[in-house]
């Protein structure tokens, strides 16, 4: 996968990008996110801010990228 970056002032409407992440690897997510101090909610609705989600049988969370783009991190799919 290649994920290529643009700078702002560059006018992309927001998108939302979900990654599917094993318990480990979710946890590294998490702590590097808490690290940078960025902040991150457990809904997509950006109303649980600092805490993560148990949807679907697993873990998730929500961020905003610098652009202003919604990432998702989780450890099951939705279906």
Do not use: S
């Not at 946890?27 to 950006?46: E, K, N």
């Amino acid at each position: 996968m290649l994920l290529q970056f643009a700078e702002p002032p560059v006018d992309i409407q927001m998108q939302h990008y979900a990654f599917l992440v094993d318990d480990e690897l979710f946890a590294r997510c998490l702590a590097f996110v808490q690290g940078c101090g960025i902040t991150y909610w457990a809904d997509p609705q950006l109303k649980r801010e600092g805490e993560t989600n148990t949807e679907h049988g697993g873990r998730g969370f929500y961020f905003m990228d610098p652009a202003g783009h919604a990432i998702e991190i989780i450890t099951r799919p939705y279906v």
